[in-house]
């Protein structure tokens, strides 16, 4: 064999590696599915190799971001609640009554993501066309750069700014009609933000749902049955997920090899564990075949010295009962392949306990992130029916 043909060889095997991605029957696959995994994994094996050539994090998700371009139907602009950038989305059509609004939270493991990204721009035009709601699109502080709780920050006053009675007016937003959301690490961000706002007293302005989208909610148990199952599947692999919450409290790598492990805790944050205890908190079908262990208690140094993952702002299933009474109605989305399925189910027998009104929707066939694949970057079927089943119990209940 000559030494074009083995190099011809060697590239078709990398393509066939960087493009075969093993995937449950019931996902449905697509040659874009393929190619978006590709990028991503791309991405993240890139990263430390920018990153030690000085590029700032992140820097080929970049690609995914798109200018406010504003049309016949809305006004698209770029500006700054309380110094925080956001995007908003205003209907064009003028409304003789006030209208509904979502303000909503990117994902990105609270390291990557943007308002701007072509996803999150998209699903601002779509909340407008099919709510007639104006649509707040906030941005954070990064990580690495930022560390918790800056990202919480910037979320809790960029909301707090738009719940002030001059804003809501000047953008003909009916106070009593206000939807918070957000997906995975913004899903986490809405959750905490509304127990907090549930009792600021500052805050005269009442949510009226809270939507979250297969949301990260707790850093105390990586162990979970879905941790178990989905540890490998693309998009959110556990060791990403354990990578993105560690990266959230520090750059220390301590921390990131022992979540790996599951032995970050402390004897002294035990106390917590049974708001986490998937064994009492999970429906019976997703603990079949699961065995529950208290998570192990090996580097207690860790929990005192990055305790922010004790932190009900970080960790919204730490609340007590006490704090989940009040909260607005509740809408969760969970997949059945995703690493952050059972967080969300956790959340929904918590909230449920304490009286919460909460609407769930389970996709069965779904995988993280795959709410983004319904816009027209990769427009997966399923995806596009589950955006539009949603924006409709949206339209019908905010």
């Known amino acids: 064999m000559g030494r074009k043909s083995l190099c011809l060889l060697i590239s078709c095997v990398l393509l066939a590696y960087y493009l075969y991605i093993p995937l449950p029957d019931k996902i449905e696959v697509s040659w874009k599915l393929m190619l978006t995994s590709v990028f991503f994994r791309i991405e993240m094996q890139l990263e430390p190799l920018l990153e030690m050539l000085g590029f700032k994090p992140f820097l080929l998700m970049d690609v995914l971001e798109v200018p406010p371009t504003s049309d016949e139907n809305v006004t698209v602009t770029d500006t700054l609640f309380n110094n925080v950038p956001v995007r908003v ?12 609004a979502v303000f909503y939270i990117h994902g ?12 999150y721009d998209d699903l601002g035009r779509q909340m407008v066309e099919k709510l007639d709601a104006v649509v707040v699109s906030t ?18 006053d960029t909301l707090k700014w738009f719940l002030r009675k001059k804003v809501l007016a000047e953008y003909g937003v009916d106070p009593a009609r206000i939807c918070v959301a957000g997906d995975s690490a913004g899903g986490n961000l809405a959750a905490a933000v509304n127990q907090k706002i549930l009792n600021d007293p500052e805050v005269k302005i009442k949510i009226k749902i809270q939507s979250l989208i297969y949301p990260a909610l707790q850093a105390l148990d990586m162990d979970l049955p879905s941790y178990r199952e989905n540890a490998h599947l693309p998009f959110l692999p556990k060791y990403l997920m354990v990578m993105f919450w560690s990266m959230y409290f520090t750059s220390d790598k301590a921390l990131e090899e022992a979540m790996l492990t599951n032995q970050h805790n402390s004897v002294e944050s035990s106390h917590l564990f049974k708001f986490v205890n998937w064994s009492t908190l999970l429906p019976e079908r997703f603990k079949k ?24 702002r970080a960790s919204p299933l730490l609340a007590e ?33 304490a009286g919460v009104q909460v609407v769930h929707e389970h996709v069965e066939n779904g995988f993280h992130g ?16 589950v955006v539009n089943k949603y924006l409709k119990w949206l339209k019908e209940n905010l």
């Open 108 to 119: 990105g493991g609270w390291a990557i993501g943007s308002a701007a990204w072509i996803i």
């Open 139 to 156: 941005n954070y502080r990064l990580a690495p750069q930022y560390h918790f709780p800056t990202q919480f920050e910037d979320v809790y």
């Open 89 to 100: 989305f205003v209907p064009k059509q003028k409304s003789s009554t006030l209208r509904r």
């Open 321 to 353: 009962d006490s704090m989940l009474k009040g909260l607005p109605l509740t809408h969760i989305l969970t997949c059945q392949y995703d690493v952050l399925r059972d967080d969300g189910l956790m959340y929904l027998s918590r909230l449920k306990a």
């Open 370 to 385: 795959f709410l983004s694949f319904g816009s027209p970057l990769i427009d997966l079927k399923v995806s596009r029916r």
């Open 289 to 312: 075949g699961h065995v529950y262990t208290h998570p192990i208690h090996e580097r207690s140094d860790l929990a005192k010295k990055f305790s922010g993952f004790l932190d009900v």
